[in-house]
């Protein structure tokens, strides 16, 4: 199987009650760990590739890696997606690179500017076949370059549900992010995590049978912070989504969930232990293999988190 969009994917989340895993890329492990995890589950999914992760690792170089497990993964429908496009010109230059499914956020803007960037690229994207998602309501949080709202602000920016419609059909977008109380990074909440469901819900009415896009919802899962702290890191104060929220959203109309910071976190997690308990070992294979198996378990309880394991087949 090549490279699919994710057209069918969201038609068939969204008829079955369930989410696709969208995971952010940036090396060969990472890949690996999640390619290995939705293989053993027989799950859908998303790899994202951010402007970051271009510049860190090229894109020739992880569209070698995809295309590797995409070749030797032919039941497992893959799609390559562009997580948080910034500018026209990145789009359209992901376009041509081969992505499946790009995004552009223009969230930032006002309203028209937003409305206006967003049908460019989607007229773009579309005349060669390849699906967009765009963004209404801005998220809190700072992940690479895109640097959201204060924390504190993340409630009062919230998608305003009166101007979904609008939105997509003067854009033609193929699925919508929205913001409803989430932020990017590790440190979404200051106390108790508050999602605002209602936004979820009222959007979801508006727009029937078309898929919501969650982003910033890693969840900070506590093992991997703890052995972070364990061994040497600090963060004591990360605090994610809940579980029990994503499972509730993708039952809903959110149709794709992101997740970054939970690769990242296990990633590091594993490293550092093995930094900690080996302290002379120098052997890179010695402790990003661990790291790869801490990601491939991670994705694999994800997986049944969002409810896409055992979904590919019927996304194919």
Do not use: W
């Amino acid at each position: 199987m090549a490279l699919v969009s994710s057209k069918k994917m969201f038609q068939m989340a969204y008829k079955n009650g369930y989410a696709i895993g969208a995971f952010n890329v940036n090396n060969m492990e990472i890949i690996q760990g999640i390619i290995a995890a939705v293989r053993e589950e027989k799950a859908p999914v998303i790899l994202q590739i951010s402007k970051g992760a271009r510049e860190y690792a090229s894109i020739s170089y992880l569209r070698a890696i995809i295309d590797i497990a995409v070749k030797e993964n032919p039941d497992i429908p893959v799609c390559m997606h562009l997580d948080h496009g910034d500018t026209f010109e990145l789009c359209k230059q992901c376009v041509d690179d081969g992505y499946t499914s790009v995004m552009i956020d223009a969230s930032h803007f006002p309203f028209a500017e937003n409305v206006r960037l967003t049908k460019k690229v989607v007229e773009y994207a579309h005349a060669r076949g390849v699906v967009v998602e765009a963004e209404l309501g801005q998220l809190g949080g700072i992940e690479e370059h895109v640097v959201g709202i204060s924390a504190d602000d993340v409630l009062k920016h919230l998608t305003d549900p009166n101007q979904v419609v609008e939105f997509v059909e003067k854009t033609g977008c193929d699925s919508l992010a929205i913001a409803c109380g989430t932020s990017h990074g590790a440190y979404k909440f200051k106390t108790e995590p508050k999602l605002a469901f209602d936004v979820i819900e009222a959007v979801g009415k508006k727009l029937p049978g078309f898929p919501l896009v969650m982003h910033g919802a890693s969840s900070v899962l506590p093992e991997f912070k703890e052995l972070i702290n364990k061994y040497g890191g600090k963060m004591p104060d990360a605090m994610g989504v809940p579980e029990s929220a994503i499972s509730r959203v993708a039952k809903m109309a959110v149709c794709k969930v992101n997740i970054d910071t939970d690769l990242r976190m296990a990633m590091t997690a594993s490293i550092r232990k093995v930094f900690a308990e080996k302290p002379g070992e120098f052997d890179p294979r010695k402790y990003l293999g661990p790291a790869r198996e801490a990601i491939a378990g991670m994705v694999k309880h994800k997986l049944t988190v969002l409810g896409c394991a055992g979904k590919a087949a019927e996304c194919c």
